[in-house]
């Protein structure tokens, strides 16, 4: 067996460890994959037990040169260092070397958010287009702001992940953790009118999501959801499903929600990944007393 062979075979264990005993989401896999053939392919013939801390950092550099991003980088980084961490653990390497390997430092960013006058305004008013597709669109916009869920998560809500007595989703997240997160009424109300005419062309599967002749929907098709309707009411840079989850938890704490009420809405394993979000709430306050405090 090549040397090539023999990395692709170790690689693919790998794979199959995340799929079915890690279980993380299938986007999780894919960019774990990718990151590491393009790993494996700048090692060249080296078998990976071969490999050691220089030949990581030598990659890092040459990422670097390429005008990689840091943080994009570190992404790179944790998929080796999970893949050596793995191959350690199963017997097939005696060290892991890429624990020698340190992150790059990359600035802290405060999360982009869509003002809360912006978010009414375009769920209130008539921005919607006409039809199943504009329907379908504000059932989007709607529940990814107003439940803070993630892209993946939507895309994986069926009909029956709907409990319209209770007024919740059940919602399946990283590592096909499940946690129960309310829906508003007029949320409730509007799905309620959507799936009626979703089921009038949506009959060969259960996800509550679909196209416009009712295929299963895909992740580039919400995000352009989302592009063109926040194009509508900000002028953020970025427009994505992701900045109305970061929209949804910046409001909650902005209105007097506790944080660690929100990490469990947001379904985050450790209090830390909620505390982005008081960044936010904070540069509200100093803009407050800047605006109120007499000496200003």
Request: aromatic share 8%; hydrophobic share 35%; charged share 25%.
């Amino acid at each position: 067996m090549s040397n090539n062979s023999h990395n692709e075979e170790l690689l693919q264990s790998f794979l199959n460890y995340l799929n079915y005993e890690k279980k993380s989401s299938k986007f999780t896999v894919i960019s774990y994959q990718n990151d590491l053939t393009h790993f494996l392919r700048n090692i060249g013939e080296k078998q990976i037990a071969q490999i050691d801390s220089k030949d990581i950092r030598l990659w890092i550099s040459e990422l670097s040169e390429e005008g990689i991003a840091p943080r994009s980088i570190n992404r790179k980084i944790t998929a080796v260092r999970s893949f050596f961490y793995y191959l350690q653990k199963e017997g097939k390497l005696q060290q892991n070397v890429a624990r020698k390997v340190h992150m790059l430092k990359v600035k802290k960013r405060i999360p982009c958010f869509v003002e809360e006058e912006n978010m009414n305004k375009l769920l209130d008013e008539n921005v919607f287009a006409k039809g199943f597709s504009g329907l379908r669109d504000k059932v989007v916009i709607d529940l990814l702001y107003t439940t803070g869920i993630r892209r993946a998560e939507l895309l994986g809500l069926e009909l029956s992940s709907i409990n319209f007595t209770e007024g919740t989703i059940k919602v399946f997240g990283k590592r096909s953790k499940e946690r129960i997160v309310p829906i508003l009424p007029e949320c409730s109300a509007l799905l309620k009118t959507y799936i009626e005419e979703r089921n009038k062309i949506a009959l060969e599967h259960h996800l509550l999501i679909v196209t416009d002749n009712g295929g299963k929907a895909y992740p580039n098709l919400l995000y352009r959801i989302v592009h063109k309707y926040l194009g509508e009411v900000t002028t953020i840079d970025k427009k994505s499903p992701h900045v109305l989850r970061h929209s949804y938890a910046t409001h909650l704490l902005n209105n007097g929600a506790d944080i660690n009420d929100i990490k469990e809405l947001l379904g985050h394993a450790s209090l830390a990944a909620t505390q982005i979000y008081t960044h936010n709430s904070f540069e509200k306050l100093k803009k407050v007393y800047k605006h109120s405090h007499p000496r200003n």
